[in-house]
Nanobody, 125 residues
Framework: QVQLVESGGGSVQAGGSLKLSCAVF????????MGWFRQAPGKEREGVAT????????YDLDSVKGRFTISRDNAKGTVYLQMNSLKPEDTAMYYC??????????????????WGQGTQVTVSS
């Protein structure tokens, strides 16, 4: 079993930055793919960024390219999402997700087996 715990959400003004963390517990060796998703009220959950653990390849949603960066600390087993130049439209609940299979590119939510509880990000104009 795998447990994911997100932290780092909060409220910022447009143009500000936040860094989300996702701590991974349990059978971490089984995880090959980690992703960050977000869901705004009334909208579908969408993938924001993905990292393929074995070679650290990363993939991003077009609307966050150049602003968001996904990374992983191997020693801690923690995955991060650095978010810069935040916009009001980035406001959403952000979720960390993990899959045991490989990932090359962005995959929808059904691809991921494990999910965190979410952390709220609110960006004001």
């Amino acid at each position: 079993q795998v447990q994911l715990v997100e932290s780092g959400g909060g409220s910022v003004q447009a143009g500000g930055s936040l860094k989300l963390s996702c701590a991974v517990f349990g059978y971490t060796y089984s995880i090959n793919c980690m992703g960050w998703f977000r869901q705004a009220p009334g909208k579908e959950r969408e993938g924001v960024a993905t990292i393929y653990i074995p070679d650290k390849s990363t993939y991003d949603l077009d609307s966050v390219k150049g602003r968001f960066t996904i990374s992983r600390d191997n020693a801690k087993g923690t995955v991060y999402l650095q978010m810069n130049s935040l916009k009001p439209e980035d406001t959403a609940m952000y979720y960390c997700a993990a899959a045991t299979t490989a990932c090359r590119g962005m995959w929808p939510r059904w691809y991921y087996r494990y999910w965190g509880q979410g952390t709220q990000v609110t960006v004001s104009s």
